[in-house]
Nanobody
Framework: QVQLVESGGGLVQAGGSLRLSCAAS????????MGWYRQAPGKQRELVAT???????NIADSVKGRFTIARDNAKNTVYLQMNSLKPEDTAVYYC?????????????WGQGTQVTVSS
């Protein structure tokens, strides 16, 4: 079993910055892709950014140029640096990890961390 624990959310004014962290623990030999998703009230969960084990990133157009994703494979941790935050970035941010187990790959989700950007 794998657990993901997010941290770093909070309340920030527009134009400010936050850094989210997500640490994976449990029976982990390796982790494939890790990523961040978000869900605003009344909206579907959407991709924010993903990163492969080798460091290839995919960033949503809505946050490109403002958010960056990074990971530390030794620590099984993924980070999301969020700069120039806007009120529309307000959402619960979820971490996801794809973990290979035998012939299969399973995805795990964190519990979410609230990010609120005030205007």
């Amino acid at each position: 079993q794998v657990q993901l624990v997010e941290s770093g959310g909070g309340l920030v004014q527009a134009g400010g910055s936050l850094r989210l962290s997500c640490a994976a623990s449990g029976s982990i030999f390796s982790i494939n892709a890790m990523g961040w998703y978000r869900q605003a009230p009344g909206k579907q969960r959407e991709l924010v950014a993903t990163i492969t084990r080798g460091g290839t990133t995919n960033i949503a157009d809505s946050v490109k140029g403002r958010f960056t994703i990074a990971r530390d494979n030794a620590k099984n941790t993924v980070y999301l640096q969020m700069n120039s935050l806007k009120p529309e970035d307000t959402a619960v941010y979820y971490c996801r990890a794809r973990v290979p187990e035998g012939r299969y790959e399973y995805q795990y989700w964190g519990q979410g961390t609230q990010v609120t950007v005030s205007s």
